[in-house]
RNA sequence: GCGCGGUUAGCUUAGUGGUAGAGCGCUACAUUGACACUGUAGAGGUCACAGGUUCGAACCCUGUACCGCGCACCA
């Protein structure tokens, strides 16, 4: 026998474990050539330089849970894992850094070469620690298959997927309107740029008609700096108020130019004056208007967001925001401003580069979304299902507006898009892997990471890895990244049928999204790195063990809905392990473990089974099917506290409450099957606590021997000995027949039913104190063996009982399902007792107006159910009493002052 | 403007039509007890608001307010 400590000390026991479970699985290879159903998950890759975060923790113990449920239901699980080469964010992190550290040193003085090369010293340095974290979480990844988005294989396909859209004509480069950062210098994605509501100034200038001297028109802008820029001034063609503008011409202010006035419908008459400044270089709508008259494209600043105009030498050079006042001031100077208001609008900032990006007029890669017709439609089927549903409006609204990404970005750090040129050769551009040889010089740009990303659910696997496992399972992810990740996740298992065949069903990338909230902290704001309200996970687990972490947080993250963390929450989860740990300790003591226990030996009629243990049983087969179903729909903090409460009030505070009485009782006929019961139970709770706890559930299974001998009867090793991780899952062992005879009786309920209301009735007395139960009309008294435990659950001195026919006593009382029990005290406070009494008589008085009013409603008598007006029917009488019977207490009571 | 969530005890929340439930926190009491990472008891709720449906609404419908998120617009 273990000698189990006093309290749970997970770090004497996590890493022992983890290391101990890496030898006994490969590291969790999973075998693509086992005949076990499979089951298999893809890690959303953390950023590899990133670091753990409560997110991560939330979503990978979420996949971790589900990989060890699957292998304990006999299937061959695969958790692949790896990490994502994250460009710009990487790049901006080695770049800051070599500035800070190494005088201002910048990539564009390394060099290309020199610089990626840093990066990979940045990445060998930092890229391991994300990993190391999620195995102090206990997570049970294939770390055989680990996969890193620059690993040679992966690129491989990343650049042949390019290639391939090439050929089929989706891609195309152009010069377009993108969103520029100009701290990254760099195009990004529509879904890379954050609205941010902003607190601006609305300018109203002046533009003068240069055929009508003396007319002004106005015209309100937000952006004053960009107007060297505007080549046309535009106006509804319904506006009567500019009725025969159009074809005119504006003069623009500086540098001084006549430019054209064009009628467009985009104007909006109710807007501002109802006359627009065209700047078709920057401004996504400008550009199109100018697409459509025939304007210029004038481009007035550089590309880090620097006004570039020498023409105006007061503004050339300046800074955008600089030269924004600037050039208000020198309109004001002109008499050319008419107004300068305050004004709320929402300007677009760079996620990364968390300045507001500028639209601007570039060379980019742009791929049309192939298959986004089919992705609509696998969802809409639900051969892909989304947890909670509700996310697949999100979805589909995005899919039906869908604009073509902007795949190429202006970083070194990432796959370098695969496009040759060489000058006068009419072959250019070439698009293919390898170089077409001398001469040819490859595009400068890398990919999107996303478009490396989004081959992750299959391009991960080997040829053999993907027939087995390949559609996954399961994709645990944050609905944050639904468009970045998941709908192109969807679309490239589409398009490029990774699958066994090209149907549909085979390429479907996933069978299941199990979206998680997004956490925040106990003031509800958003955990993040910059607020500093986000506490380090390995701190949590060096203070509460990663199984209360884990517990902790499951058992308060409501599917798809915002946590709100607090440490508490944690400290709850360690407290529980402690229990668990305790509940077992005390088994301990009571003689060796039968892992083969079977309550089904001991006679339930004969009282060797008591109602106790059968209460317990029958609590826990109605638990397991319970438990399945929550899995099902991906209800993860269900099974927690359902779990929680059934280990912490049905197990512990009842059942072994009640099985002291057993064990203090060397001689007691129902030892032998209380203890089997208490075997049995834990044996099961011990496994179905494992997903979520993983580290004590093992801990405690091998020690105490619940796997069984080390060696089956036949002589082959019993790995269950060894480890609870394959041990079968409860839920699919079929119900045992034994389980259905046992709730013949509730009599355990009604002890129970004794307890909590005989403790409320001594209330704060403490000392040992006589109790009197009297039977009500036709309820059998409690069994022999019951009277003890029910002495010892109530502090009790002694229990005494009395027949319905026996005068009844005085004295406090309390309704219970066998009829009154009554309390002796020393002493009783009659001014506390009538408080008692009275709020007794409140809640009864309160029920029984409700029955009453719904009986003497012969509208509701007609149309309420047979059975509930029985129900209410049988209830009157029985409040009416409890009300009478508590008036003559009262009654009493007043007499006796 | 459109869409998706949410609003139940001081806090976090469970609750798909029939007497509002839990955990934390708080208050009081209890240490030869498996567990103070504990036990026992107590106080604490017009279920956001207004209509409607229904015999009956925290729950279903409509609307309103407030909070959060997303999309669009944003001169």
Known sequence: MHDLAKAYEPSAVEERLYARWLELTDSYHADEKSVKPAFSIVIPPPNVTGILTMGHVLNNTLQDILCRKARMEGKEVLWLPGTDHAGLATQTKVESTMRKEEKGLTRQMLGREAFEKRVWEWTDKYGGIIIQQLKKLGCSCDWTRQTFTLDAEYSRAVLQAFVDLYNKGHIYRGKRMVNWCPASQTAISDEEVIPTPQKGKLYTIRYEVVEQPGRFLEIATTRPETLMGDTGVAVNPEDPRYAGLAGLHARRPFPEAAIPIVADAHVDV?????????????????????????????????????????????????????????????????????????????????????????????????????????????????????????????????????????VSRQVWWGHRIPVWYKDGDPASPKCQIASPGEGWVQDLDSLDTWASSWLWAYATMDDATRSKFYPTSVLVTGPDIIFLWVARMIIAGLEFTPGKTKAVEDNIAFENVVFTGIIRDKYGKKMSKQFGNSPDPLDLIAKYGADGLRF???????????????EKQVEEGRNFCNKLWNAVRFRTMQGPIDPAADPSQYDPETHELTSFSQLLLHKLHKLLPQIQASFDRFEFSEVASALYDFVWNDFCSRFIEAAKADFQNPESPSRAGTLATLDYTLSRILRLLHPFAPFITDELWVNLGFGGPETAADGTPNANARTIQFAPWPCAEPVPAWVKDLWTTNSAEAVYAMVDAGRNLRGAVNQKVPFHLHLAEGASAPYDYEMPVLTALLNASEVTLALPSDPVPSGPFAFVPLGKLYVTLPKIDPEEERKRIEKDLAKVRKDLESTRKKLGDPNMIARAPADKVAEWRALEPVLAEKERTLLERQDALAGAV
């Open 552 to 566: 902790g947080l499951i058992r308060i993250a409501p599917q798809g809905e915002d946590i709100r963390f607090d």
């Open 270 to 406: 109710k807007f501002g004056t109802g006359v627009l400044k065209v700047t078709p270089a920057h401004d996504k709508a400008d550009f199109e208007i100018g697409q459509r008259h025939n304007l210029p494209f004038l481009d007035v600043l550089t590309p880090d967001g620097k006004i570039n105009c020498p023409e105006v030498p007061e503004l050339h050079g300046l800074d955008r925001f600089e030269a924004r006042k600037r050039s208000a001031e020198m309109l004001a100077e002109r008499g050319l401003l008419a107004k300068e208001e305050p004004y709320d609008n929402t300007v677009g900032f760079s996620e990364r580069g968390q300045v507001p990006i500028e639209p601007r007029l570039s060379e980019q890669w742009f791929l049309r979304y192939p298959k986004t017709q089919d992705a609509l439609d696998v969802v809409a089927r639900e051969q892909i299902k989304f947890f909670p549903r509700h996310w697949t409006k999100t979805y589909d609204h995005w899919l039906t507006n869908i604009q073509d990404w902007c």
